[in-house]
């Protein structure tokens, strides 16, 4: 089953924000209908998103300031804009050939996904690893398999798996509403836990990596992801754990020279006070909800993409 696809002349996406209670997909046939869908996170996960932005081209039929809501749909994932803009080069040759590049950026991203999962699990040594994860880098942030959790899904494939700690990921619950749903339908052994707890667990030594997905990596390796993803990676520094980056090189933004110059989203108050929308809070009470961080390069053991291992 693919996360996303173009079929019958329209996008199909998993709805996630329905996950883990029902599996309803979406049938997409405007830019709009496609906004509204990348702003709430029925469609999600930088590599996901670029292929959402290609497709999202052919249906803006030529439309330049629909083109252009589209790109701006969510600012730090670098793969949304460069899809759109990979798809959009070709818009003076027609829809045929904007709808072939989509297609094209959707089969590459399905074989990068492969390679990510190959490379990172020859990366990694020992046989029964114990890895830890945030946010959701399965296959439903990409078209099929993943990112980190790809990788994971590897291992688990290799008999090499001994059990993935997942972080819940809050406000929005990534992990514990599809990471731990996509590591069921694998039958990978997991266990949550609460995001606060990830660098007391990585300190106390029980797990061997951490593995984690990336929406933008600048040119010297500052790689902003969900956030909780710094304080994982300052507690892996402190215990002596690899932190390794996977992500497909479309990820990387060679224009943005250091994470200083990451724009990163803030979604607002309603996703921190709520929680599946049930009030958690005083009325008033105020939030900051940043989506992301950026953790220095200094602090990645590696990063693994599609066609390479960087060390920073
Ligand atoms: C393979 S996905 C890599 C990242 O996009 C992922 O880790 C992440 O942070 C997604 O955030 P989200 O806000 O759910 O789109």
Not at 32 to 48: K, S, T
Not at 222 to 251: C, H, M, Q, W
Request: with cysteine; proline share 4%; net charge negative.
């Amino acid at each position: 089953m693919r996360t996303i696809d173009w079929v019958g002349g329209a996008i199909e996406l998993i709805d996630q924000t329905l996950l883990p209670d029902e599996l309803v997909k979406l049938r997409i046939t405007t830019v709009d209908e496609l906004v509204d869908a990348i702003r709430r996170l029925a469609v999600r996960g930088a590599p996901a998103l670029g292929v959402a932005g290609a497709f999202g081209v052919v249906l803006a039929d030529g439309d330049r300031k629909a083109i252009a809501r589209l790109r701006a749909a969510r600012p730090t994932a670098a793969n949304l804009a460069w899809g759109v803009d990979q798809a959009a080069a070709h818009l003076e040759e027609g829809r045929k050939a904007v709808l072939a590049r989509a297609k094209r950026i959707r089969d590459e991203d399905i074989a990068a996904c492969v390679a990510m999962g190959e490379r990172g699990a020859d990366l990694l040594e020992g046989d029964r690893l114990r890895v830890m994860t945030i946010c959701n880098t399965g296959a439903l942030a990409t078209v099929e398999r993943g990112t980190a959790l790809g990788v994971i899904q590897t291992l688990h494939e290799r008999g090499r798996l001994a059990e993935v700690l997942a972080l819940e990921t809050r406000p929005l619950l990534q992990g514990a509403r599809l990471t731990a749903w996509e590591l069921e339908r694998m039958g990978a052994p997991y266990r949550l836990v609460a995001d606060s707890a990830g660098p007391y667990l990585l300190a106390k030594g029980g797990v061997d990596a951490v593995l984690i997905g990336a929406d933008r990596i600048a040119a010297n390796g500052d790689t902003a992801n969900k956030i909780g993803s710094y304080s994982l990676a300052l507690g892996a520094e402190r215990a002596g754990v690899p932190f390794i980056v996977v992500a497909p090189e479309t990820t990387i933004d060679a224009a943005t020279p250091s994470g200083e110059h990451i724009e990163v989203e803030d979604r607002g108050d309603d996703e921190v006070v709520n929680v599946r929308g049930v009030r958690i809070a005083p009325e008033g009470a105020r939030a900051l909800n940043p989506a992301f961080d950026v953790t220095p390069h200094d602090l990645i053991s590696a990063i693994v993409t599609d066609r390479r291992v960087f060390r920073p």
